[in-house]
């Protein structure tokens, strides 16, 4: 059975979310945790580097707007 790689997308970023938020992981833990779980999935390296590149660069924005949305909301001078 193959998984198609948006669900795998999907479970990536919830699995990433939840160690960060819920258990309050280091992000880079969390990233392995999720990759080793995209990897027992069976997909190859191709598809998880297809489906890994937009899960970071994803975080990685949402952390951008959400750290500039809280300097403006609550400056610290």
Known sequence: ????PLI???IGIAVVLTFIIALRMNAFLALIAAA???KMSGLSE???LKTWTPTV???ALI???VT???S???PLT
Request: glycine share 4%; net charge negative; charged share 5%.
């Open 36 to 38: 080793v779980l995209v």
């Open 46 to 48: 191709i598809e998880t």
């Open 57 to 59: 660069s994803l975080l």
């Open 8 to 10: 795998i997308l999907t």
């Open 72 to 74: 403006i909301l609550l």
């Open 68 to 70: 500039l949305l809280f």
């Open 63 to 65: 952390g951008l707007v």
């Open 1 to 4: 059975m193959q998984i198609p």
